[in-house]
């Protein structure tokens, strides 16, 4: 269904019915019925193809309106935005049917005191105060940082408890490549932690990245996922988007007399030309915007049968009605050539999510994909000062060291991505006062 094609209604009806809880903005949006299902795996539980990744989530009428449309899976976690996340999801959840929500909700085992079994539950019981719920459908390990991880012992003993107190039915575990934690960079792929959690037998449900630039590790998860029934979850299933506001930013911080070095300057003119390349194949194929690249991206991510639910991440209405549309629709031909497109002229501007390839090449040990990640979130995202928070943490050696390299981490990455030019670009970005 085409979002000009969906029926705007006026929310008065809606408090009228007394749906929409009190302190929810009353905003005229447009409503679809969501009517695409999947089964999430062993869970048996039939979710949306469309979920709400609820990581900004701050306005509860945006979430109260994706669940009055159909969407009933929310994936949240403890540490986004503090506990605001799930904090705006118990203003909303006590107005629906709790038993037609699935809720998944993350621990994170890599940040803060050490994660003893009594810890976390005492911060899963938060979790479920915040929510105002008495149980989560499915606890996750937050960006399990190794295979170690996942056989965490006081995890799986804190899970086995709560789910016998009847407070949480399902385990889970996510991951989206390195990160700094109290373990350190452990160079682990998103694929190793997966299939390792897949072969453990007591993981229902997984969430990982899956795209149309980076189809060969989720490719290989959704496969054993498959076989084991556990149910899957995709996140950053949108690589596109990004490169227009690369320009921008790259401009920007031109104009404000920061270092464009030679090697970047070269690369942000080669981009220049296969922006304008991909451009003339949009022209021709009256593809007027970026957008509908995204939708297709998602398409794609949907057209294997064997993905339960796509969590994009919806802070507003424009965002909830753009991913709502894509629910039951399928990946058509021109969608298909337009991804091709993308990644012929474009792609080799993207470090796959949850790689690290290159990273063993680098004779400063830089983390690479992580940092190329927060670039992704200050970038693509517009999440800044995210981003440049977690740059700022960072304690191993950061991307400051690629401008006096020869960038031999660069003949390790079969996907050609010009490591040394973005890493600097990356740190430009990121390290700003
Ligand atoms: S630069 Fe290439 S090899 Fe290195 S992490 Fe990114 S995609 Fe992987
Ligand atoms: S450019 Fe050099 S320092 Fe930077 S990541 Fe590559 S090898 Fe490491």
């Known amino acids: 269904m085409k979002r000009r094609d ?12 007394g749906i929409i809880p009190a302190g929810i903005t009353n905003k005229t949006e447009t409503r679809q019925k969501i009517e695409s299902f999947r089964t999430l795996g062993r869970t048996g539980f039939k979710v949306s193809e469309i979920g709400f990744g609820a990581g900004f989530l701050n306005d509860p009428s945006v979430l109260n309106r994706a669940l009055e449309i159909g969407i009933n899976y929310i994936d949240t976690g403890e540490h986004y935005g503090n506990g605001q996340s799930e904090a705006t999801i118990g203003e909303v959840i006590g107005r629906h049917d709790r038993k037609k929500i699935f809720i998944t909700t993350k621990l994170n085992l890599s940040f803060g005191e050490e994660p003893t079994k009594d810890r976390l539950k005492s911060r899963f019981t938060k979790c479920l105060e915040r929510m105002k719920t008495d149980y989560a459908d499915c606890l996750m390990i937050h960006m399990t940082p190794d295979i170690i991880q996942v056989k965490h012992e006081d995890f799986h003993e804190a899970f086995k408890e709560l789910k016998s107190d009847g407070k949480v039915r399902f385990l889970g575990l996510s991951n989206h490549g390195t990160e700094q934690s109290i ?20 993981f229902d449900v997984a ?39 690369r320009m921008e930013s790259i401009e920007q911080a031109r104009q404000r007399g920061r270092d464009a070095s030679e090697s970047l300057q070269k690369m942000m003119d080669e981009y220049k030309n296969r922006l304008a390349e991909a451009d003339e194949f949009k022209k021709k194929h009256g593809i007027k915007t970026n957008e509908e690249i995204r939708d297709a991206a998602i398409r794609f991510t949907l057209s294997n049968p064997d993905v339960h639910t796509v969590c994009p991440t919806i ?9 709502a549309a894509l629910a039951g629709t399928k990946l058509s031909d021109i969608d298909e ?39 992704h979130y200050f970038d693509s995202q517009q999440r800044e000062k995210q981003a440049m928070s977690k740059y700022a943490k ?40």
């Open 6 to 17: 969906f029926l705007k209604t006026s929310a008065t009806g809606i408090c009228a019915a």
């Open 183 to 202: 373990y350190g960079f452990t160079p682990v792929k998103m694929e190793d932690v997966i299939l390792a959690a897949a072969e453990d037998g007591r």
């Open 207 to 245: 969430l990982f990245v899956y795209n149309f630039l980076q189809k060969e590790q989720g490719e290989k998860i959704i496969s054993k996922c498959k076989e084991k029934n556990i149910g899957v979850t995709l996140m950053k299933t949108n690589p596109v988007l990004v490169y227009e506001r």
């Open 315 to 323: 802070q507003n209405f424009d965002e909830l009605n753009a991913f």
């Open 337 to 375: 050539s337009s991804l091709d497109n993308y990644s012929t002229n474009l792609g080799k501007y993207y470090c796959r999510h949850a790689c690290g390839e290159c990273e063993p090449a680098c004779p400063k040990r830089v983390p690479i994909n992580t940092i190329m990640r927060y670039n």
């Open 394 to 433: 960072l304690t191993f050696n950061n991307a400051s060291e690629c401008f006096d390299c020869d960038g031999v981490c660069e003949r390790n990455c079969r996907h050609n991505v010009p490591v040394r030019a973005m890493m600097m670009y990356a740190h430009q970005n990121l390290s700003l006062g």
